[in-house]
């Protein structure tokens, strides 16, 4: 089992800037990526980015590709996501996530963290 642990949520105004992180813990040598995804209310939980386990890919959702970053330290067994140039449509949970598949990891999750940005 793996367990994830976000941080870093909270509220913000358009254009403005959060870092989120996610610290991983238990057996994160079972899983070949780590990654975020978005659940804003009464949608689907959506894909935003996925990173590989050595940093070496990234992936990235078509909405947030040049203005968020995922990055990781394996020696902290962390993950973040720097996201700049925030929107409103932005708003929503967001899931930490990790597991095999290096595209959209799901099989580990996290318990979320509320990301507001108002405009």
């Known amino acids: 089992q793996v367990q994830l642990v976000e941080s870093g949520g909270g509220s913000v105004q358009a254009g403005g800037s959060l870092r989120l992180s996610c610290a991983a813990s238990?057996?994160?040598?079972?899983?070949?990526?780590m990654g975020w995804f978005l659940q804003a209310p009464g949608k689907e939980r959506g894909f935003v980015a996925a990173i590989s386990t050595s940093g070496g890919n990234t992936y990235y959702a078509d909405s947030v590709k040049g203005r968020f970053t995922i990055s990781r330290d394996n020696a902290k067994n962390t993950v973040y996501l720097q996201m700049n140039s925030l929107k409103p449509e932005d708003t929503a949970v967001y899931y930490c996530?990790?597991?095999?598949?290096?595209?959209?990891?799901?099989?580990?999750w996290g318990q979320g963290t509320q990301v507001t940005v108002s405009s």
């Open positions: 996530a990790a597991g095999r598949r290096v595209l959209q990891p799901s099989d580990y």
């Open positions: 238990g057996r994160t040598d079972s899983t070949n990526a």
